[in-house]
């Protein structure tokens, strides 16, 4: 997101990447690393450090990083060959008792980086492990003298609900300014997402309905066709509520429903927008606007309780208690074993008043689809051809890797470069993820309802079509 973002790479970085032969890592963090290096978005002198438990040296981590790039959309990179000599493996755990060879291995980096570039280089720690591991290392960088000027990227979640959030927050704090805390949402990285900016605020077309005179609703929707059958026991933990409707859904919701920054380029400016209106989000009510669901066999994979009650989907109802959004319902949607996989926001706009009123029965759209590259969609009325006044609805579609001079970056690379640079704005902080556990919490409390049993292969329970009344969930329905 920075400005002229290039200029303000360190002249050098250390990249340490914990749970570095994980799956996280393997399909998100080392094919966004070389996408960097591939691009010229990382600076000219470079290492990666891996950490994790697996016992290999670093010829067979190098492999393994190959291998993680081959199955990875883009491939193994054409500069592969030449990247291979910057990576290093430390094998062994990581705590406050026991710092293992990280400490030297990261000295020896740094000074090969110091003697190559004249500077001493930046150190970026990347927590791609899963949260119950976050304490421990926490610690270790702080007993070890590792986080002195260091950055640090957190993976979601960071906390699971709103006391489990504080007590985290706390124990980093103790070890860690805010400035140096990354907390990613890859979804804040996504190139659709970071669209709505650009959209609103460049074109008076867009940004001249952006409130309740011209929006009826707003809904985000991501299903999913995907099964859970090899993260049964994560999801067990989680459902689809907690992994995706407090994290991803309700910072989309926020990029949304922001107040207009003084300066889009200045990332404190965005922060403070997107933490403003997550506290105008109003606390859940789970009776009134909260549907979950359990796809029908979910019981049956194993690793799942016969009597399970978890939610593989979750439709909920949120209002934004801002002057702009009062009364206008955000609907949020996503769940597993859906018809179909899309990510989308819907802005459903007013009936039109005039001449017309009353005879155009398919609302007007703006829609940003923000699963891949992204695009645009634009829903208008327009008259059926032929002698008769009659109407249709057509659709007006700009992919944004149509658009001339554009070649979109993956969210995880995004990300990963504002890290780099120093850029927090597409980060969550503490103060809005608190609003967030907040606006989140009676979901986790005894008003939770009992999931409904929908089909695979449906667009969810059939109770959940209620939240969009007097309109329909207008992805796939």
């Known amino acids: ?20 032969t994980g799956d996280l890592a393997g399909r998100m963090v080392l094919p966004a690393l070389f996408e960097l290096h591939e691009r010229g978005l ?30 990875s959309p ?6 592969w060959a030449q990247a291979r000599a910057h990576v290093r493996y430390c094998a062994g755990a990581f705590s406050a008792d026991d710092g293992g060879e990280l400490g030297a291995d990261l000295a020896a980096a740094r000074a090969e980086l110091r003697a190559a570039s004249g500077a001493d280089p930046a150190v970026l720690h990347f927590l791609a492990v899963p949260p119950s591991a976050f304490p421990a290392i926490t610690r270790g960088l702080g007993a070890h003298g590792l986080a002195r000027g260091a950055r640090v990227v957190y993976e979601k979640p960071y ?10 927050d706390a124990l980093v704090k103790e070890v860690l300014a805010e400035d140096q805390v990354f907390r990613i949402d890859h979804f804040l990285g996504k190139e659709g997402v970071q669209t709505i900016y650009v959209l609103r605020f460049a074109n008076q077309l867009f940004g001249s309905e952006w409130s309740k005179e011209s929006i009826d609703q707003v ?13 049964a026991a994560f999801y067990e933990a989680t459902g689809a509520s907690l992994d995706m409707l407090v994290t991803h859904l309700f910072q989309v919701a926020a990029q949304v429903a922001m107040e207009p920054p003084p300066d889009l380029r200045d990332p404190a400016s965005i922060i403070d927008a997107r933490e403003e209106v997550l506290g105008a989000f109003r606390p859940l009510d789970p009776a009134r606007d909260v549907v979950l669901g359990q796809f029908a066999g979910y019981t049956d994979i194993d690793g799942v ?18 002057d702009r959004w009062r009364g206008v319902p955000f609907l949020l949607r996503t769940g597993k074993r859906m018809a179909r996989t899309e990510q989308r926001i819907t802005l459903v706009l007013k009936p039109p008043p005039g ?5 155009v029965t398919e609302p007007n759209t703006i829609e940003i689809g923000f699963r891949g590259d992204g695009e645009i969609r634009l829903g208008v009325t327009v008259k059926t051809p032929g002698p008769d006044l009659t109407y249709s609805a057509g659709t007006a579609v700009l992919e944004l890797d149509d658009v001339p001079g554009g070649e979109p970056i993956s969210a995880y690379a995004s990300l990963l470069h504002d890290a780099l640079v120093g850029d927090r704005s597409l980060y969550t902080t503490a103060a809005g993820l608190r609003s967030a556990f907040t606006a989140f919490a009676p979901l986790q409390g005894p008003a939770r309802p009992d999931p409904l049993p929908y089909p695979p292969g ?14 329909r969930w207008m992805l796939g329905e």
């Open 1 to 20: 997101m920075t400005a002229n973002a290039q200029e303000q790479l360190p002249p050098s970085v250390v990249v340490v990447l914990f749970g570095a």
């Open 42 to 71: 990382l600076p000219e002198h470079w290492r990666l450090v891996g950490v994790a438990t697996t016992p290999l040296d670093d010829d067979a981590f190098r492999d393994h990083v190959a291998a993680a790039l081959a199955r």
């Open 355 to 359: 001449p017309l009123a009353g005879e």
């Open 219 to 231: 809904q985000i929707d991501v299903p999913e066709e995907l099964d859970v059958a090899n993260r």
């Open 159 to 168: 906390g699971t609900s709103l006391a489990s959030f504080e007590d985290l």
């Open 74 to 79: 883009r491939g193994v990179p054409p500069g």
């Open 458 to 471: 449906s667009w969810g329970p059939a109770g959940a079509r209620r939240l969009a009344a007097p309109y």
């Open 305 to 322: 309780p016969a009597g399970s009650t978890q939610d593989t989907f979750v439709a909920a109802r949120l209002w934004v208690d801002t």
